[in-house]
């Protein structure tokens, strides 16, 4: 590893809204599409989102994702 001390966090700035805006957007999919009655959409089937009754625990993550990205 490498470890470039001249880069700075504005250097950063333009990779980490990127990361923020692709969140985003996963994150408004998940809440267009998902029914919350349904539990935490956390393993995915055939390309879809599904829950499974030992996911239920990582319900808050939906949640936390939101919080952290808006």
């Given at each position: 590893?490498?470890?470039?001390?001249?880069?700075?966090?504005?250097?950063?700035?333009?990779?980490?809204?990127?990361?923020?805006?692709?969140?985003?957007?996963?994150?408004?999919?998940?809440?267009?599409?998902?029914?919350?009655?349904?539990?935490?959409?956390v393993?995915?089937?055939?390309?879809?989102?599904?829950s499974?009754?030992?996911?239920?625990?990582?319900?808050?993550?939906?949640?936390?994702c939101?919080?952290?990205?808006?």
């Open positions: 590893m490498h470890i470039d001390d001249a880069i700075t966090p504005a250097d950063l700035a333009p990779q980490i809204n990127r990361v923020l805006a692709l969140a985003a957007d996963k994150v408004r999919s998940i809440d267009r599409i998902w029914d919350v009655s349904q539990g935490a959409p393993v995915t089937v055939d390309g879809q989102y599904a499974r009754g030992w996911t239920e625990w990582t319900e808050g993550f939906q949640y936390g939101a919080l952290l990205v808006f």
